[in-house]
């Protein structure tokens, strides 16, 4: 049997190696579910450990702090060239260590402490960083909120539109870590316009799906969009943020670093520019929808055993079952699943009690 790539660890650590092989175990014994995770490609994963690792590089490419950067210019020169040929916008900076992060560097770089935030709320479907009172967008803004329609549990534009009308927000966030229907973002930069405020489009769960064009850009309509590359997108843990102004690009660049973050983590944006390559490809389009297939092959057989699902079915790769009329609740399910070996998520649902 081949050698795992961490195999050196057990002569050096014997414990933390068996903890890997472990968890490796657990992954190929269970059925993996978790709508934000993914399965890193094998290359990609061994790139991981690539020398890059030992290098400092604080700055942008042929702007840094140290020395002996030339080839980590290249490469990330190269992973930022194939993430904008991706998905066709002009600028891209690769270096934030996670989509959290790089909601936080946008908003540090246009915001202002107390500006008024507009995202969906997180009962809804939204994200912790969209302005959640517990995260730094709600401990640093005055963060506000759109909720999906009561009864068909959708994006209500027009009930957004009088939200963002009332409140004027500095800026929208719009995108989800738990909806199941397409975006119109289009009706969200109208929105934005009306109010002047920016459009932030976080498509973290669905950034694989827009890659392989099974759901529609957030491009040309966002100012700014954020994303990981773990998800969907199928690449190593980390996020990026994509824009098409160019005068936005000194404040975007200054949030990442030196704002928000150090020294960028080189190994990692050298496999997020492997991942931005494969994700051009044909195969991963045709995964990509396999993907929504399976997603709404199962969605479409829960509704024919009458379990209740939120908004009735799925557009993209997410299906969230709610329990609320059953006598249990999701974390009741998710663990009863977990010791079947069915790795899944509780989540809150549109008016989750």
């Known amino acids: 049997m081949a050698q795992t790539p961490w195999y050196p660890v057990k002569s050096v650590d014997p414990e933390i190696y068996q903890l890997i092989e472990l968890e490796l175990a657990r992954q190929r014994s269970t059925l993996e579910m978790i709508a934000s995770e993914n399965f890193l ?21 042929h702007r840094r702090y140290y020395d002996g950067c030339v080839h980590v210019d290249a490469m990330e020169e190269l992973a930022i060239k194939r993430v904008t040929e991706l998905f066709g916008c002009e600028f891209a900076n690769v270096q934030p260590h996670s989509g959290a992060s790089a909601n936080a560097a946008v908003m540090m770089s246009l915001l202002e402490p107390g500006d008024r935030v507009l ?4 009962d809804h479907g939204g994200h912790l960083t969209h302005g959640s009172p517990v995260n730094f967008s709600g401990r640093l803004y005055d963060a506000h909120f759109y909720q999906l329609d009561n009864n068909k549990e959708l994006l209500d534009y027009h009930a957004i539109e009088a939200k963002a009308l009332e409140i004027k927000p500095a800026m929208i966030v719009a995108g989800a870590s738990a ?18 405020a920016y459009l932030l489009v976080d498509m973290a769960h669905i950034a694989g799906l827009v890659a392989s064009h099974h ?16 998800k969907t997108l199928r690449g190593p ?6 824009w098409n102004d160019d005068q936005l690009s000194t404040l975007l660049n200054k949030g ?3 704002i928000l973050q150090g020294g960028p983590l080189l190994h990692q944006i050298a496999m997020k520019g492997s991942c931005f390559l494969l994700a051009a490809s044909d195969e991963f389009k ?3 929808q396999k993907t929504i297939d399976n997603a709404q092959a199962f969605a479409q057989t829960l509704v024919s055993q009458g379990q209740k699902l939120v908004s009735g079915g799925t557009d993209n790769h997410l299906v969230l079952l709610d329990v609320r009329h059953r006598d249990f609740d999701g974390a ?13 998520n509780k989540n809150a649902v549109p008016g989750d009690p």
Do not use: C, W
């Open 41 to 61: 490609h094998p290359a990609l994963m061994a790139g991981m450990a690539s020398p890059f690792t030992n290098k400092y590089a604080e700055g942008l490419p």
């Open 119 to 122: 995202g969906l709320d997180l």
């Open 179 to 196: 909806y199941p229907r397409i975006i119109d973002f289009a009706a969200f930069r109208t929105i934005a316009d009306k109010v002047g």
């Open 215 to 230: 759901h529609p850009s957030p491009f040309p309509h966002a100012h700014v969009v954020t994303s990981t590359t773990h």
């Open 237 to 242: 843990r980390g996020g990026v943020i994509l």
């Open 256 to 258: 990442v670093f030196p």
């Open 286 to 288: 045709v995964l990509q």
């Open 332 to 344: 009741t399910v998710a663990s009863v699943l977990d010791h079947l070996g069915i790795t899944v």
